[in-house]
Structures are given as structure tokens and as C-alpha cells.
Nanobody, 126 residues
Framework: QVQLVESGGGLVQPGGSLRLSCTASGFTLDSYAFGWFRQAPGKEREGVSSISTRGGSTYYADSVKGRFAISRDNAKNTVYLQMNSLKPEDTAVYYC???????????????????WGQGTQVTVSS
């Protein structure tokens, strides 16, 4: 069955960096789009970044544009989120999600995704 496992979260000081990984199993990534979402305590889940099936199209929320970078390595069944210049407001549980997609498409609405990982905590604090 489809399984997504996030890793790479942790505690980092403001201005620091983390790289999250989302390792997939149970399917071939070539036909699946991915998204990263986050949810802070008391807040709704929000879209952070999305990527199309082969990585040619990407999306970033305004709040992370220029600081975060999404990428994928289909051969390694892994999608990444490089997070630089982290701010305290980036603190949240980060989730990756996936769904089947036509080539070139990506999705920003969490309701468009079928499969979710369990999440990884990112805390930005001094």
C-alpha cells in the first residue's frame, strides 16, 4: 500500500536550515504529484510547496518563497523540502502528501491529496 514517511525535522535556531525528506513506498513516483503542508497549533493546515510529477513545475506559498526549495528524486522514491533562513513562524508539524497526477500538474489544496505522511515537527527557536 502507499506509504509516506517524513524525516529531517527538529529544533533549529532562527536563520538556520533544515532539509525534510519524504520517502515513499508502495507505488512508483513517476505519475504522482507531491505537496508539503504544515500545521501550527491552533491553526489550519496550510500549503507550503508543491511539485509536479517530474519536477518541472513547482509552487511556493508567499511566506516561504525565496527561502524554501522543493525537489524530487524519483529514482530514490524521495521528495525533499530544503528550508533556509528559518523563522519562528515556520514552527509547525510538516506533512508530505501525494496523489496521482497528469504530467506537469501540481496541487495546492490539501483536499486534492489522497495520501499523507505522519508528519515531522519543525521548531524554530533560540
Amino acid at each position: 500500500q502507499v506509504q509516506l514517511v517524513e524525516s529531517g525535522g527538529g529544533l533549529v535556531q532562527p536563520g538556520g536550515s533544515l532539509r525534510l525528506s519524504c520517502t515513499a513506498s508502495g507505488f512508483t513516483l513517476d505519475s504522482y504529484a507531491f505537496g508539503w503542508f504544515r500545521q501550527a497549533p491552533g491553526k489550519e493546515r496550510e500549503g507550503v510547496s508543491s511539485i509536479s510529477t517530474r519536477g518541472g513545475s513547482t509552487y511556493y506559498a508567499d511566506s516561504v518563497k525565496g527561502r524554501f526549495a522543493i525537489s524530487r528524486d524519483n529514482a530514490k522514491n524521495t521528495v525533499y523540502l530544503q528550508m533556509n533562513s528559518l523563522k519562528p513562524e515556520d514552527t509547525a508539524v510538516y506533512y508530505c502528501a501525494t496523489r496521482w497526477a497528469r504530467s506537469g500538474n501540481y496541487y495546492t489544496n490539501p483536499n486534492d491529496y489522497n495520501y499523507w505522511g505522519q508528519g515531522t515537527q519543525v521548531t524554530v527557536s533560540s
